[in-house]
Each structure stands twice: as structure tokens, then as C-alpha cells.
């Protein structure tokens, strides 16, 4: 089955500075990459998501970019605000959309003052 | 978009026991997920609840100890049975509303067992 690694599991910012956080799958069937933002005691959000068939998607400060040869996909965090502080988690599914997906194991993301 | 309710938020159960926890939708959706989330870890997708017929498990989950249930498009229950603690964890609950369209999910209930 798919394996989703993380990285890093914590990062610690300060405000304005710019977070990247990485993902590696193992699963080249993989065509559909969310990012997640859990905050306490809340579901996960879903802030930005790309398919296999492009390399770069952006949201105002939010990109992700995926290497399919390579097997990786970064979320990328710019002008970062303390209301970023939350802990993001990447997912990877085979079947193009959110049904199957496996989840990495999570980043703590600190925006500090 | 897709308003998911989850009952219980939290519950603290004696082993040997069994909780059914719901998930309610304020609309029909097509596909329903049931997740668990080990304190301070990732997510693992348990099954994928089908209306009208057995729920499909994913490798590690049986339906013996993780019964679903999906009587219809906005509802849906998980029960733990026979409850150890090593079952303590979050369980979440998790929508599509449309083929293609993103997963939304619930806040999650809380399970400890002692």
C-alpha cells in the first residue's frame, strides 16, 4: 500500500518568514495530493490540494508543488501569521480524489511573534 | 460544502464496553469515511461506509470490532466493540459531496478507555 512520509515534524517560524513542509509517497499510482490544517480540538481543513497533472498550484499565500518523478510534493506557507500555528498534514490518494487517502504523520507549525 | 456533526464530541468508556458514534450531514453526500487518529498522530482510514450494503475496511480493520452502518446520504454510524485501551483515540468522520470534490470532515470524537 501507499506510504506517505513527513518532514519536519515540527518547524517553528516567526511571523513573516516563509514555512515548507515535505512530503514523499511511495505509491507512483498516487494522482491526488491534499494538504490538511488541523487546529486543537477540530477536524482537518483542507487548504490546498494539486493533482498529477500539474507541478504548481498557488492560493494566495499558500503553493504546492508536486515532482511526480521524484515522488514528492511540498506545501509552501509565505507571509506566515501566527493564525498559520496549527499542525498540517499531506495525503496522498490512487484514485484521483479524496476517497483512500493516506495520510503523512504531521507537522507542528509554530509562528511566532 | 458539507456541515458535519459528530456525537459524542468525547466519552470516557470502560474496557469490555462498546460505543456507537454518530456522524450526521446536513446534506446528501456520496461517499462517507470513517477515520481514527492515535493521540499525536496521523490519520488512518478504517473503512469507507456504503449506503445500502457492508462497509469496505481497510487492511488492519474488521467489521467485528468496527461495525458501520449508512442508512442513508447524510448519515452514518461507527461502533468500537469491545473496547481496550489501546482504542483510545480520536475517530473522525469524513464526507465527499460530490465525485471529484474535496473530503470535509467532522470535529472528531474523543475516545478514552479505561
Known amino acids: 500500500g501507499e506510504n506517505v512520509e513527513q518532514h519536519p515534524s515540527t518547524l517553528s517560524v516567526q511571523e513573516g518568514d516563509s514555512a515548507v513542509i515535505k512530503c514523499t509517497y511511495s505509491d507512483s499510482a498516487s494522482n491526488y495530493f491534499p494538504w490538511y490544517k488541523q487546529e486543537l480540538g477540530k477536524g482537518p481543513q483542507l487548504i490546498i490540494d494539486?493533482?498529477?497533472?500539474?507541478g504548481e498550484k498557488k492560493d494566495q499565500r499558500i503553493a504546492v508543488t508536486l515532482n511526480k518523478t521524484a515522488k514528492h510534493f511540498s506545501l509552501h506557507i509565505t507571509e506566515t501569521q501566527p493564525e498559520d500555528s496549527a499542525v498540517y498534514f499531506c495525503?496522498?490518494?490512487?484514485?484521483?480524489?479524496?476517497?483512500?487517502?493516506?495520510f503523512g504523520t504531521g507537522t507542528r507549525l509554530q509562528v511566532t511573534l | 460544502s458539507a456541515v458535519i456533526s459528530q456525537k459524542p464530541s468525547r466519552d470516557i468508556c470502560q474496557r469490555g464496553t462498546s460505543l456507537t458514534i454518530q456522524c450526521q450531514v446536513d446534506s446528501q453526500v456520496t461517499m462517507m469515511f470513517w477515520y481514527r487518529q492515535q493521540p499525536g498522530q496521523s490519520l488512518t482510514l478504517i473503512a469507507t461506509?456504503?449506503?445500502?450494503?457492508?462497509?469496505?475496511?481497510e487492511s488492519g480493520f474488521v467489521i467485528d470490532k468496527f461495525p458501520i452502518s449508512r442508512p442513508n446520504l447524510t448519515f452514518s454510524t461507527l461502533t468500537v466493540s469491545n473496547m481496550s485501551p489501546e482504542d483510545s483515540s480520536i475517530y473522525l468522520c469524513?464526507?465527499?459531496?460530490?465525485?471529484?470534490?474535496?473530503?470535509?470532515f467532522g470535529q472528531g470524537t474523543r475516545l478514552t478507555v479505561v
Open positions: 495525503a496522498a490518494s490512487p484514485t484521483g480524489t479524496a476517497s483512500k487517502l493516506t
Open positions: 494539486i493533482r498529477s497533472n500539474v
Open positions: 469524513s464526507v465527499q459531496t460530490g465525485r471529484n470534490t474535496e473530503a470535509f
Open positions: 461506509a456504503n449506503q445500502g450494503s457492508e462497509a469496505t475496511y
